[in-house]
T-cell receptor
Framework: SQELEQSPQSLIVQEGKNLTINCTSS?????LYWYKQKYGEGLIFLMM?????EEKSHEKITAKLDEKKQQSSLHITASQPSHAGIYLC????????????FGGGTRVLVKP | DGGITQSPKYLFRKEGQNVTLSCEQN?????MYWYRQDPGQGLRLIYY???????QKGDIAEGYSVSREKKESFPLTVTSAQKNPTAFYLC???????????FGPGTRLLVL
């Protein structure tokens, strides 16, 4: 299995509804980064979490890192068409080297 | 504006040809990274560099080469040994470990 698993792989949500994406690690997360990507473009940084139990919000997006630091969730409230795209989580797991591990991504489609 | 630039946006490679993708950053970041993204998948690390004149192989380095002669530049060469080079290539940089990694806009490589 992959070191960093994202679920679901894709989802379709009606505009105005909430959605949640999960990122689960087989190792302790020392830093967890959420990014958004539109097709054919680079990744845009959303939020970084480092402490167990930490929660951050920006506009309608909230990210949490659980107490055991092995799972993070990204929650979008009252989704809008602008929230459509691919969401990726990246993690510092303490492995040797200054590098991140990435999940497979979650493709979000918002239906008007 | 501070940021990461990648060129070209699209690149076409002929059989047996080596091609070089450019990545430049003016963020004064020490670490730079190259990732490959295939359709519907997450990011896979090709090479990374933590300091000038030093770089390490990532998970899929075969068929690729890099150099880091200047802090702001980290070009990636896709050699003829890379048999399946068609993908979206992303460059990233980071000031230090445990800090956010920022991405360029990407280069799409296609084989003629």
């Amino acid at each position: 299995s992959q070191e960093l698993e994202q679920s679901p792989q894709s989802l379709i949500v009606q505009e105005g509804k909430n959605l949640t994406i999960n990122c689960t690690s087989s190792k302790t997360l020392y830093g967890l980064y959420w990014y958004k990507q539109k097709y054919g473009e680079g990744l845009i940084f959303l939020m970084m979490l480092q402490k167990g139990g930490e929660e951050k919000s920006h506009e309608k997006i909230t990210a949490k890192l659980d107490e055991k630091k092995q799972q993070s969730s990204l929650h979008i409230t009252a989704s809008q068409p602008s929230h459509a795209g691919i969401y990726l989580c990246g993690a510092d797991t303490g492995a040797a080297g200054n590098k991140l591990t990435f999940g497979g991504g979650t493709r979000v489609l918002v239906k008007p | 504006d501070g940021g990461i630039t990648q060129s070209p946006k699209y690149l076409f490679r002929k059989e047996g040809q080596n091609v070089t993708l450019s990545c430049e950053q003016n963020l004064n970041h020490d670490a730079m990274y190259w990732y490959r993204q295939d359709p519907g998948q997450g990011l896979r690390l090709i090479y990374y560099s933590q300091i000038v004149n030093d770089f390490q192989k990532g998970d899929i380095a075969e068929g690729y080469s890099v150099s880091r002669e200047k802090k702001e530049s980290f070009p990636l060469t896709v050699t003829s040994a890379q048999k399946n080079p068609t993908a979206f290539y992303l460059c990233a940089s980071r000031r230090a470990r445990w800090e956010t990694q920022y991405f360029g806009p990407g280069t799409r490589l296609l084989v003629l």
